[in-house]
Structures are given as C-alpha cells and as structure tokens.
C-alpha cells in the first residue's frame, strides 16, 4: 500500500471525533463520476487537505475508509454538475454492486432483508441498519450515524431502491420519512413496492 492510502487509513482511524467512513469502493465509483463531470477540482478545493490530495492523485484503494463529510461533498458538486436524477442513478448502481455476484438470480426481499447489515458494515464503519419488513412495504432506519445533509440522504434513498429492486421489488419507491437533520432520533426511509409482482 502507498503512502498514501496508508494515510489515509491511519487518519481515519486515529481522530477522537465521531467521523464515520464509508469505504474507498463508493468513493472511487463518485471519484470517476465527479472526473467525468469536470468536478474534481470543485470539491477538492472544499475537502480538507488530506482528504484533498487523496482524491485528486486518486490514492484511493477499494478497501481504505473515507470520511462521510467529504462523500458528502463529494456527493453535493456532483449533483450541481450532473443534477439529482443522474446521482441517484449512479447510487442504485453503486449500492447493487455491492451484493454477492449471485444475488439477482436467486433474491427475494426476504434474503435482502437477512443479508442487509452484512452489506452495510461493508460500507460503514458506524452506527448499524434496522430493516422491518411487512408485505409491500419496509422502514430501513440508520441508527447512531449522523445525516451528512440532504444530497447523502437522496443517495441513501436511491440505493435502497436500487438493493430492493435487485431483490425483485422493481417497482420499488423509498422516500425518507424522518432525518437527524430535521431532528429525528435517526434517519429513517420508507420503501413501497407491488409484492410478488401483483400491479
């Protein structure tokens, strides 16, 4: 591992403050976006330094841990630049790869349901998701990790479409009910689908 990475790493777990991670995974998928978009400079020039001369020399491996706050920057100039509907996209994408390979051969909601606080700590390093599931419909609640602010919870929104809908919910729709942000005990998310493909 680089110089870099390892930096990166030993920062991350070295700070005393509450500062969730997302893995380097998701941030290389919004690295490459946020390039193609012309945006890297934008949103380096907002991160702090470290985070910064990470993301623009792309030391980022797949493994490291990245901060939330600078995803959600991140997340935030790639929604000015591409607009909301072309991050969500990207986010439902994103979310799906990270299932076993053989997930959409074999999925269900229910399976989704017992393999969900797998793939989150995947992703996450704090906090812990609460998923409830009555037919058709589900609450998926983040419990003891902070908001990020609005461009977070829409990419949040649309990978849980995006799981749910690889699970074979495909008309799946998930709007956030309650944030931290708005002074809720946790971000919670509300998804509805047709069950067993009934319209």
Known sequence: MGTGRANLV??????ESFEPRVRGHLVRVLRAALAGAGGLEAAAARLQQREASNLLTDRIADGDWFPISAFAVMLEELEARVGIAAVEA?????????????????????????TATAAYREVNDRGKLVVDVEEGRAAVRFVGFPSGGGALCRFRAAAIRGVFRVAGAQDASCSEASCIDGGGAFCEFRVRWTPNGRR
Request: charged share 25%; hydrophobic share 50%.
């Open 10 to 15: 030993r920062v991350g777990m070295d700070r």
């Open 90 to 114: 990207m986010a439902a994408t994103a979310a799906s790869s990270i299932l076993p390979k053989d997930y959409a051969a074999t999925s269900s909601v229910e399976r989704l349901v017992a």
